[in-house]
């Protein structure tokens, strides 16, 4: 007799003669080696990348997505005997949705709120890998890339549009200026003492240098 040692994170499959005789969970068992064949599966979560895939938008744009999805092994009986290559089908699956949601936006819409993309893509990748015993908990579009000439409009619009915050904020710091004066002046003119206050307050100054007109006080 043989021991095999399953851990926490495991699932053993043991086929005897070729047939699935059981399922080990955790633990130590006991199995005949000569007939037993033994297919350790690993439970804990996985991630999947699906790199930059060239997608077109609805208005005819080539842009590049590339999308992760969370997920783990659910059955692993269906995981092992319901496919060659479950998480090729699962790539495949990923590709198919993104290519879904992508192509039935246009790219101003796609570009407007791109965590949107992400919403409602994991339902139907996961009703789509159910049978494979595979569970997927998250579908997110990671990045969402243009091509060379439009990423350089895209940064071309996006510098105009902060020069022209920049002009419109000092256009607004030059007409509070000119208001601030226009208030000034009159104040001044409806109250001439407000000079003279305010030149003895220059004057008060140990480093202002103040000069007086003697014609000042004729006429």
């Known amino acids: ?11 053993v499959l043991m086929y005897v ?14 199995h005949r080696a000569r007939r037993t ?46 496919a060659a290559a479950p998480e090729q089908f699962l790539y495949a699956t990923l590709q198919d949705a993104v290519r879904e949601r992508v192509s039935g ?5 796609a570009l407007a709120d791109r965590s949107a993309l992400s919403d409602g893509l994991t339902e139907p990748v996961q009703a789509a890998v159910t ?3 595979i569970e997927v908990s998250d579908v997110r579009v990671r990045d969402l890339m243009l091509p060379g000439e439009l990423r350089r409009a895209a940064m071309d619009a ?27 002046a009159r104040l001044i003119e409806e109250h001439p003492a407000l000079l003279r206050l305010r030149t003895l307050q220059v004057a008060a100054d140990r480093q ?6 003697p014609r000042a006080g004729e006429g």
Do not use: Y
Request: charged residues 25%; glycine residues 6%.
């Open 208 to 213: 202002t240098t103040l000069v007086l007109d």
């Open 158 to 184: 996006v510098v105009a549009r902060e020069r022209g915050k920049a002009a419109l904020e000092e256009a607004r710091a030059e007409a509070a200026a000119l208001r601030s004066l226009a208030n000034t």
């Open 1 to 11: 007799m043989a021991h095999v040692t399953v851990m926490e994170w495991q699932r």
């Open 131 to 133: 049978e494979l015993g």
């Open 17 to 30: 003669d070729g047939r699935l005789r059981r399922v080990l969970e955790p633990g130590r068992h006991r």
């Open 37 to 82: 064949t033994l297919l350790t599966v690993d439970l804990r979560p996985r991630l999947l990348n699906v790199p930059g895939q060239e997608v077109l938008t609805s208005d005819g744009v080539s842009v590049r997505v590339t999308v992760t999805a969370r997920w783990k092994i659910a059955d692993v009986v269906a995981f092992t005997g319901a």
């Open 105 to 109: 936006l246009t790219l101003e819409a």
